[in-house]
């Protein structure tokens, strides 16, 4: 009789973990944000099908990437110094486990093109809270970039008119 009840928690648990993969599937191959882990030698290890739409890299191709490939110089330099910094962190025994650090970068497609992003990162952890890889979000930004480009000229024209104005300008506010 032991060995029917063993076997059947043995098919709910597997069901019960199949749905839920099944859960995570759905998220990460819907997603429009790239989502992505490395191992803490700064080795790709997954990639969500959206990378192919932001990188034109297949998911293959993504994987054998290093991390200098993907990035422009200051990009990897920006990234090299997050990740330091965040690894002396966890030398603090009152560290955030939870936290999560947003960067500005610039990835190169497989084109050559330059794309920009904001990466959002933290680590993943054993069941002993100590960090065993990274969980990536990345985002392309282009649009975004675009429209604070035109924000700062036409600030930049706003304030070259003001500041060259033959006449007095006075900027008030009414109540």
């Known amino acids: 009789m032991g060995a029917v009840t063993d076997l059947t928690n043995r098919k709910r648990v597997e069901n019960d973990i199949l749905q839920s993969e099944q859960k995570y599937r759905v998220v990460t191959e819907n997603a429009s944000d790239v989502i992505w882990t490395m191992d803490l030698n700064l080795r790709f290890t997954y990639f969500s099908p959206s990378n192919k739409k932001l990188t034109g890299y297949t998911t293959e191709k993504a994987l054998k990437i ?40 610039n990835e190169i497609r497989v084109d050559g093109s330059i794309v920009p992003v904001e990466v959002r990162i933290c680590f993943i952890r054993d069941s002993h809270d100590n960090p065993i890889g990274i969980l990536g979000i990345t985002r392309d930004i282009t649009e975004r970039k675009k429209h604070e480009y035109i924000l700062k000229k036409s600030e930049e024209k706003f304030i070259k008119a003001f500041k060259s104005s033959p006449v007095a300008i006075a900027i008030s506010r009414l109540s």
């Not at 422009?72 to 999560?100: G, H, I, V, Y």
């Open 66 to 105: 290093t991390l200098d490939k993907l990035l422009t110089p200051e990009s990897m330099e920006l990234a090299l110094q997050t990740f330091t910094a965040e690894m002396q962190l966890e030398n603090n025994p009152e560290k955030d486990l939870s936290r999560s650090v947003t960067l500005e970068l």
